[in-house]
């Protein structure tokens, strides 16, 4: 037991994300919380036997009994809520999710059969959610819920420095005065990611494939990506792309390769993941688009025997054609005179998890599936007058941010019920802060003159490098 006075200098305890002080008077500790001195640096927390120790700075793990070395709770992992007693153990859980504040670390195999557990304040969001989710079989720090830190060490690469940016892409060099949007890098909560080391990535990738599968959006990341290990290798023409074809807004496929560590990044283009085709209209020559929800695209055969797959697709779902799914969507020989454009998409990542269940060795290969990114137009969408020039600053109340996509929560449940696993790689809340970074009207030069505005594509350097880092650290995790 300890003092009111004790408890209430260390413990918060009302509700979570409150941070308002609690009136315990006595704590019987089972469970302490433990300082970082009292931590190793393999940044584990695993708990399974019984710990009885002091609150705080000076805690001492005593009279253990456990298989397991490595321990790192940081003292701000002190249990807040006096009438709680967590016990961990094993690989299951009641509640399905636990979260801590472990600074720095890494949770493998934390589990409790409390289903109440309560967090200080500085362990949530905004809106008092947790920051770590455990779940039955792994948790790690979720690095997409987080913040941007303004840094000027960034941008990663110099502009003007890459060959492999599309035209569209290279705002600075198209005119663009500011350049505070390449100067921020993600923080996530309770956590740090690396920053990326393209010697280091190369070498993973010795002897190896990574594919880009998806929209143009993909493809932003992918020149993103080409930029940052070519600002890595110190021999630049030991790198090019196999057909020497430039990077241009039409070319569907490209495939880079790199000498001195036998690998290649490829990028193709599949913007609905599944084949698109024509049918005739009434028996005419004339002919209409449809999208077969239950095919995989034709060129799947490109992707196939990679070793890391990163995949796309959310951007065309969203054209005025697709959301209104008049006679556009087809399954077998049915073809759907009105569908739901959700009903579609999930229709069209099924087909496509599919594919992954059938052709995907996950002895040999990775897969990921990169999730939306978001627009910023106002006044009007792309094709009806919508503009975001004037936008420098990001958003920094979360409050501001768009409604979590009905299309992802479609992503998470498909992924979830996939026999080959595939991860995510969630940027679509990070990228929502960022209305600054998109090429506006710095970005496609109208051929008459015009100004385009484009709001849903970003410069480079910019946000699709923060992207890569993120995919790093998920290659560095797994």
Known sequence: SFSEEDINNRITSTGKGTGEKGNVTSWTVRESSFSKDNASSAGRTNVPADYIGKLGEDAVAENTDTNFENLQPSKDNELHNGSRQPTFSGKSFNDGKVTLNTKNASLDDLTTNDTDFQFPADNADGSGNA?????????????SVGKWVHDDSYPLYPPASCPFIDPSFRCMENGRPDSDYMRWRWKPHGCDIPRING????????????????????????ESLLCILHEAIPIKSRMFEINGDPITKGQGSYAFKFMDYNC???????????EEGTIPINGSTKTREILRLD???TYEKNWRNAHIILFN???WWTHTKTERGRNYFQEGDHLYKKLNVLVAYKKALRTWARWVDKHVNPEQTQVYFRGYSPSHFWGGQWDSGGQCHEEQK???NSTHLSHYPDKMEVVEEVLQQMKIPAKLLNVTRLSDYRKDAHPSIYGYKVPNGGVSQDCSHWCLPGLPDIWNELFYALLLRN
Request: charged share 25%.
């Open 131 to 143: 920051i770590f989710s455990v779940t039955s079989e792994n948790a790690y720090c979720d690095i």
């Open 199 to 222: 010697t280091d990535f190369l070498e993973r990738l010795r002897n190896k494939r990574l594919v880009m599968v998806g929209d143009s959006l993909n493809r932003n990341q992918f």
């Open 264 to 274: 290649s990044v490829e990028f193709y283009r599949s913007s609905f993941l599944v």
């Open 295 to 297: 095919k995989i695209d």
């Open 313 to 315: 697709t959310g951007h």
């Open 394 to 396: 990001l958003i920094f």
